[in-house]
């Protein structure tokens, strides 16, 4: 398969060297994708990332996703596709991997046409949850709920940024945006992390569109 420069960059990382392997066989059959590395998730995630410069990890979590999960809630940019088992536990692990950072969930046995689809709509700024669990995840909470999960209100700048934190931009292209510093864009999104009581970005966007302060 001829390279193009525009092909989406994607790094995959999964313990298992069997569904690593045939996960990078598949998606580097797929036209638009350049696989541009491979590793277990036990390595360094940072380092990966330093030296295959994707635009997206996809990360297979396993059957067994805990250790995963910690390492993932360390991962900042750029964004996580985050490949779930099924089970019983789906609902959970999906919760959990949202609140760790990934703007991603699928099943870890969906096509790969599917899985460079979200990968792409993860690279554009949008956010993919499979069918069965956006639900879960993006079901309006209660009145009281609600109220309790927003420490104090937003002020409008901050409006401003959550609406941008949403769109999937870094705190660089947020300043572009808004023509203020990235320290200042810093300063915004820890206070809006703290007023929504959010442990990540990707968290901060669940509970606000909770309480309906964002459309997604």
């Known amino acids: 398969m001829s390279i193009s420069l525009n092909d989406l960059r994607i790094l995959i990382l999964a313990d298992d060297p069997l569904a690593r392997a045939g996960l990078a066989a598949l998606l580097a059959q797929q036209p638009g994708c350049q696989v541009t590395g491979q590793a277990p998730a036990n390595a360094d995630p940072a380092a990966e990332i330093d030296a295959a410069r994707p635009d997206v990890v996809v990360w297979d979590l396993g059957w067994t996703p805990e250790d995963a999960l910690e390492r993932l809630a360390e991962l900042g940019a750029p964004p996580v596709l985050a490949l779930l088992p099924g089970g019983d536990a789906a609902a959970s692990l999906a919760s959990q991997a949202w609140r760790a950072g990934a703007r991603g969930l699928l099943n870890r046995n969906a096509a790969p046409e599917a899985i460079l689809a979200a990968a792409?709509?993860?690279?554009?700024?949008?956010?993919?949850?499979e069918r069965g669990l956006a639900s879960d995840l993006l079901?309006?909470?209660?009145?009281?709920?609600?109220?309790?999960?927003?420490?104090?209100?937003?002020?409008?700048?901050?409006?401003?940024?959550?609406?941008?934190?949403?769109?999937?931009?870094?705190?660089?292209?947020?300043?572009?945006?808004?023509?203020?510093?990235?320290?200042?864009?810093k300063f915004h999104v820890n206070a809006i992390l703290g007023k929504l009581a959010a442990q990540s970005r990707a968290d901060a966007v669940m509970r606000a569109t909770r309480l309906g302060l964002i459309l997604l």
């Open 139 to 185: 079901l309006p909470a209660a009145p009281d709920s609600a109220a309790a999960s927003l420490v104090e209100p937003l002020t409008p700048r901050e409006n401003q940024v959550l609406q941008l934190l949403a769109e999937g931009l870094t705190n660089g292209a947020i300043a572009q945006r808004l023509a203020i510093s990235e320290h200042t864009v």
């Open 120 to 129: 792409h709509s993860l690279a554009a700024g949008l956010i993919v949850l």
